[in-house]
């Protein structure tokens, strides 16, 4: 009898879309995320990104600067909700510098500076949360009522969930 070997099925690499006015930090968020396995759709402005969400690129994470030329990141989440270009699990999260950001309430906002190794544990947390969220019975919330899925290593301006360890994926010492 010939031996079957078992290969594990492929899943595929999460989607982000990164969405930041400074190339510098765009570069250096892309370069994060794909050395942590993400599959990265970038865009230097809320138009770019509507355009990209248009285009029916499958997004599984949307993270926006919020200050930027044009249009604000609250803006363009709003916008990208009007238009069905996110689906309901869609995580969102807008790191920026501004201590008061407007923000639907179900958005994470992060505080720049934000280490790497924080920002992609919370991406991390918040995949997680939506996919509990899209496997829950139609309106029962999943366990975690966090949809930032922020962890200790940094702090979202709404919420800290206690209890939580950083991700090892890319202990960067820098700072977006």
Avoid at 34 to 47: K, L, M, Q
Avoid at 115 to 125: D, F, H, K, Q, Y
């Amino acid at each position: 009898m010939a031996r079957r070997l078992m290969t594990p099925l492929r899943t595929r690499a999460p989607s982000i879309l990164i969405v930041e006015d400074q190339l510098d930090a765009l570069d250096f968020l892309c370069e994060c995320f794909e050395d942590a396995g993400y599959v990265i759709h970038r865009a230097e402005s809320g138009s770019e990104a509507l355009r990209i969400l248009r285009s029916g690129e499958r997004i599984d994470v949307l993270i926006t600067d919020y200050s930027m030329p044009g249009m604000t990141g609250t803006a363009l989440i709003h916008q990208a909700r009007h238009e069905q270009l996110l689906r309901d699990t869609t995580p969102v999260l807008i790191c920026t510098a501004y201590p008061n950001v407007p923000a639907p309430a179900d958005v994470a906002v992060l505080r720049k500076p934000v280490r790497p190794a924080a920002l992609i544990a919370s991406v991390e947390g918040a995949l997680a949360f939506a996919a509990r969220r899209a496997e829950s019975p139609a309106g029962e919330p999943p366990e975690s009522a966090d949809p930032s899925g922020q962890c200790e290593a940094g702090q979202t301006e709404r919420t800290r969930t206690p209890g939580k360890k950083a991700s090892p994926a890319r202990a960067a010492t820098s700072d977006v």
